[in-house]
């Protein structure tokens, strides 16, 4: 398997602490079935000060640890963009890296409001030719609230990643019935764990993929796999039509709504 949500570098963010600590994140994620991690450290505009080179090389003595320890991991270069008004310009100097040196590029919202500019800059950034993959919709206080706001940006061409640790629950109540949700009205497109340490955010995906297939069915999860399959390879990966979802209001507003019928 793929993961290709990852702060497994060590010492670059807020991820990995030193060496010591990825590799243990390396044994686990092969204990979980992975084989592939892209490595995804936070791009905050002004924050990340590392140049391709140094990133590489950062990349290629993980990798070096990795078989020296026999841990059968591969690590493949990759950020998690945080959106902003320069991201087109960033991507057109090629001063931000895509995810494994491909067309997909992995951006991150604000956990609260998301900014006005956002489907401007998503549309600028797919007329450059590269397909946005939306990091962790599920953490977002605007798709918590209305996840049908991530079938619009779906419609509009963008793709949606969610994190294996918002499915167990790792992240919050809200996290998970938003995952819950957008699973089942076929909104996911990427899984990855998003994984900053050894210990809790660790890189698990197994029992993620148990509780997966309970909210829905095998195939959809099994092509959702595939996807990450394809997505390092640069491969194009087509995507359910999202369906609309439906808030369930519940008794106390259903029967709110009969008083004021009754009374009106
Ligand atoms: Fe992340």
Redo the contacts with the bound molecule.
């Keep these: 398997m793929v993961d290709l ?1 990852s ?1 497994i570098l060590p010492n670059i963010d807020d991820g990995s602490k030193n060496m010591e600590e990825t590799l243990k994140m390396g044994r686990i994620a092969e204990q979980e079935g992975f084989s592939k991690i892209i490595a ?1 450290p ?1 791009y905050i505009e002004g924050e990340f000060i590392l140049d391709r080179e140094q990133f590489l090389n950062i990349i290629k003595e993980v990798n070096e640890h990795f078989v020296k320890n026999a841990i059968n991991i591969e690590v493949l270069p990759g950020l ?1 963009i945080y959106i902003s008004p320069d991201l087109p310009s960033k991507l057109k100097k090629e001063e931000i890296f895509t995810l494994n040196n491909t067309f997909y590029v992995l951006i ?1 919202f604000p956990m609260g409001n998301i900014p006005i500019y956002t489907e401007d800059i998503l549309y600028e950034v797919r007329l450059l030719g590269y397909k946005p993959v939306i ?1 962790h919709p599920e953490r977002y206080a605007k798709v918590i609230e209305e996840p049908d706001y991530l079938k619009g940006l779906i419609e509009q061409g963008n793709y949606v990643q969610v994190n294996s640790l918002s499915i167990i629950g790792i992240l919050g109540k809200e996290a998970k019935r938003t995952a819950e949700i957008l699973l089942k009205h076929r909104m996911v497109h990427f899984i990855g764990t ?1 994984a900053h340490t050894s210990r809790i955010r660790s890189p698990r995906i197994k029992e993620a993929l148990e509780q997966m297939r309970q909210w829905a069915d095998n195939e959809y999860v099994e092509e959702i796999l595939n996807n990450g399959r394809a997505l390092i390879k640069g491969e194009k990966v087509d995507i359910p039509q999202p369906l609309t979802y439906k808030p369930d209001k519940g008794f106390l507003h259903n029967m709110r709504r009969f008083f004021k019928l009754k009374t009106s």
């Design positions: 949500h702060h995804t936070h998690e991150e990091a998003d």
